[in-house]
């Protein structure tokens, strides 16, 4: 019996072997279905440089079927540069040559990845350096001491751009902006007035020669105007304070005092304009509600542009030479939200307002703005369309005018609108050179507007003084006052129609 | 090193190849090789045993021939081996069966007897990842019908008698789910084919105390159990065979 217990216990010791043994890794059927292995490197050139510079890998694996897999998953590999296994995706800087790259997953038959092949080169790899000003920043002109340029630098090879060298051209840049050189490429202040040379240079390696034009603002007395709103009685009952929250809006736009989340624009000015409610009749009594005029009508225009309504209102008007006409109407018919008149000239001192008039030439045409009521009933809000249209009133196109002339402002960058509704009124804007910039001007149709710029200014100060029919006379009051003449209605005279 | 190890050297048959890939004809010969090294040493120790045992029980008269039945109850063990195990070790993430049959064993010699085990097996195993930043299981439960026909029991003593077996199993799987999960998260898309049917050889030893037999016994499956392209891989069992 002894034995038999004997002969058991050593057979059972070596049937078992009396240990357990672990596994290995890779017998895994779920992560075995891992059969390609894709690695791209967010930079493939480095340059030159005592120091060693750590770069991503994007790796992506896929399974028999060349589906992607394993998606969103922390998937741990073994990344071989050379023959030699690295912990992290790093390079020394510092011996120029060629590397291959490439990782592995421990699958049964170990997975590799295609190669990347990494380069260290010196500086003269640069065959062009491609300075430009960021999107937000994009324009020829500025004002001195004002915002901060913001620049970009592209450097190309002989393969074309290459990619993932900012932080090494940051580190080696030098900029010459002007008679200033500085180490960066953000928040350039111009400190200069006149044509200025910006230049970048990285490793001997010198850039396209962007200019600006630096300019000094200038400042011109406040013009005031006082608006009368002029409501059909049997369209809607108007709240003064509706009113009242449109010409604080226009103030604020005009005075430069909106901020957006975008950058303010390089050419921001205080465009220098100002309205009030009006508070006296034309025959100088108080008015009732103050900026409100009513009139009383009982046909309903279904039409905005009825030639009845178009002569009822050209008839309604009080003296343009006093008062700025503002008309609430329903521009369903024409899926606005408001629409202006531009002024006439009597001298040539702004493109694109023509023909020019005699100064005693008599109100021809109904020389207004008009807003649509539901931006008073509450069914629509915008507060900048007044400050949008009261800008056509003071002779500005739209900045989407054309790419021939433009908007007649140099500073305002010259596009058109995208035919694709889906971006027709993103602040992300690709001018008629086909580069892209934010647009915040109040002239565009976007979503977020904080700005006129200076040449929008000077525009608006010269039509201004010399356009008929503006109410010049309440920013002088020692001026003779000359007798309202209302003419024969030109129906011919169209406004620009504004389809928010 | 220890007196296993040596045996194993002595025997050749520790794997010295920890980290390539083994075909499984060349595991299956490998164990085969194992199995028939043992062979002549088992018969040498047997030999020896049962002459001792002649002369010392030359006065009890027993039947030449036998037929026995019991039931089998036996729990188990339940490994992949996926070519990559020396002989008779047992993998560290081994899941628990057990099996429920009948044994019918037939006494053919004094010293030979042959046994028949109809069973029915619930079988859980699991195929695990050891890579220490991701973890993939996929854990199998298995129903299964099973028989182990044992042509060679050879047996030896008088009321307790010692024995060793050896012999194939056929055993086919009634019903089996499954399910994976990557670093603890459930995977709903993956799922593997299986074979149903699973055969192979297996070698015990044990004991009959009286009506009662003890064996603890290794099955080595010959075929894979997932159909995989990559990774040969068969079910690795022992079951602590208790008779009554």
């Known amino acids: 019996m002894k034995n038999v217990l004997l002969i058991f216990a050593f057979l059972t010791l070596l049937l078992f072997n009396s240990c357990m043994t672990d596994r290995e890794a890779e017998n895994s059927f779920y992560l075995n279905q891992i059969n390609k292995i894709q690695v791209i490197s967010s930079k493939t050139i480095f340059f030159t440089e005592n120091r060693e510079e750590d770069f991503n890998l994007t790796v992506s694996f896929f ?59 010196e500086g003269d790899y640069i065959k062009e350096l491609v300075l430009d000003f960021s999107n937000e920043t994009r324009n020829q002109f500025t004002l001195v001491n004002n915002e901060p340029y913001d620049f970009t630098l592209r450097a190309f090879g002989p393969d074309g751009e290459i990619p993932g060298v900012e932080e090494q051209i940051k580190r080696n840049l030098s900029l010459q902006v002007g008679n200033v050189n500085t180490n960066r490429l953000t928040g350039i202040p111009i400190t200069q007035i006149g044509l200025i040379d910006v230049q970048a240079s990285v490793f001997g390696i010198e850039s396209n020669i962007l200019k600006i034009n630096s300019r000094q603002d200038v400042s011109y007395p406040i013009k005031e105007f006082q608006v009368v709103f002029h409501v059909f009685s049997n369209l809607f009952t108007p709240s003064q304070s509706s009113f009242e929250s449109q010409i604080n809006s226009s103030n604020i736009a005009f005075s430069g005092g909106i901020r957006s989340s975008f950058r303010r624009n390089l050419n921001a000015v205080d465009a220098g304009f100002r309205f009030k409610l009006a508070d006296r009749n034309p025959d100088g009594s108080l008015m009732e509600t103050k900026g409100v005029n009513r009139i009383m009508s009982n046909k309903v225009f279904l039409d905005a542009q009825d030639q009845e309504l178009l002569q009822l209102k050209f008839n309604s008007l009080w003296d343009p030479s006093q008062y700025i006409n503002v008309f609430i109407e329903d521009l369903s018919s024409l899926q606005a939200a408001g629409y202006a008149y531009l002024p006439f000239l009597t ?29 008073f009933n509450g069914q629509y809000r915008d507060d900048n369309v007044l400050a949008h249209e009261l800008g056509h009133y003071l002779g500005l196109y739209h900045t989407f005018q054309d790419c021939q002339t433009g908007d007649f402002c140099d500073d305002t960058q010259s596009h058109t609108l995208p035919s694709n509704q889906s971006i027709r009124f993103s602040n992300n804007r690709t001018n008629c050179s086909n580069e892209p910039y934010i647009s915040t001007n109040f002239m565009d149709y976007i979503s977020v507007v904080d700005n006129f710029t200076f040449d929008q200014k000077e525009r608006m100060t010269k039509v201004y003084e010399n356009a008929l029919f503006m109410p010049k006379d309440f920013n002088a009051p020692d001026s003779r006052i000359k007798p309202f003449k209302r003419g024969q209605l030109d129906p011919s005279i169209k406004p620009i129609i504004c389809n928010f | 090193m220890n007196s296993l190890d040596f045996l194993r050297k002595a025997l050749k048959l520790e794997n010295g190849n920890k980290t390539g890939i083994i075909p499984i004809e060349m595991k299956i010969i490998k164990i085969k090789k194992s199995f028939f090294a043992i062979l002549p040493l088992i018969g040498f120790i047997m030999s020896g045993i049962e002459a001792k045992a002649t002369t010392l029980n030359d006065s009890i008269p027993e039947k030449s021939s036998e037929f026995k039945k019991g039931i089998r109850f036996s729990p188990s063990m339940n490994f992949f081996d996926y070519g990559d195990l020396s002989f008779g070790q047992i993998a560290s993430d081994y899941k628990f069966g057990a099996a429920l049959g009948m044994v019918f064993d037939w006494k053919m010699s004094d010293y030979h007897r042959f046994r028949l085990e109809p069973y029915v097996e619930y079988q859980n195993i699991k195929n695990n990842s050891i890579n220490p930043d991701i973890e993939a299981i996929t854990s199998f439960s298995n129903l299964i019908f099973g028989v182990d026909a044992l042509p060679l029991v050879l047996t030896y003593g008088g009321k307790y008698k010692g024995t060793i077996s050896a012999g194939g199993f056929a055993k086919y799987v009634l019903n089996s789910s499954q399910s994976t999960t990557l670093n603890g998260n459930s995977v709903n898309n993956f799922e593997v084919e299986i074979n149903k049917l699973q055969y192979g050889f297996s070698f015990g030893a044990g004991a009959y105390l009286g009506k009662r037999l003890v064996e603890l016994r290794f099955y080595q499956s010959l075929n894979d159990f997932v159909n995989s392209p990559v990774i040969p891989n068969s079910i690795n069992q022992v079951q602590l065979i208790l008779v009554y």
């Open chain 1, 63 to 121: 399974d028999r079927d060349n589906r992607p897999f394993l998606n969103n998953i922390d998937v741990p590999y073994v990344i071989y540069l050379g023959d030699s296994v690295i912990k992290e995706p790093s390079l020394d800087l510092s011996k120029p040559g060629k590397y291959k790259l490439r990782v592995m997953f421990p699958t049964r038959e170990l997975t590799f990845s295609n190669e990347v092949e990494i380069e260290v080169v």
């Open chain 1, 347 to 375: 001298s040539p001192v702004v493109g694109g307002l023509n023909p020019i008039l005699e100064e005693d030439t008599e109100l021809f045409y109904p020389i207004m703005v008009a807003l649509d009521y539901r931006l």
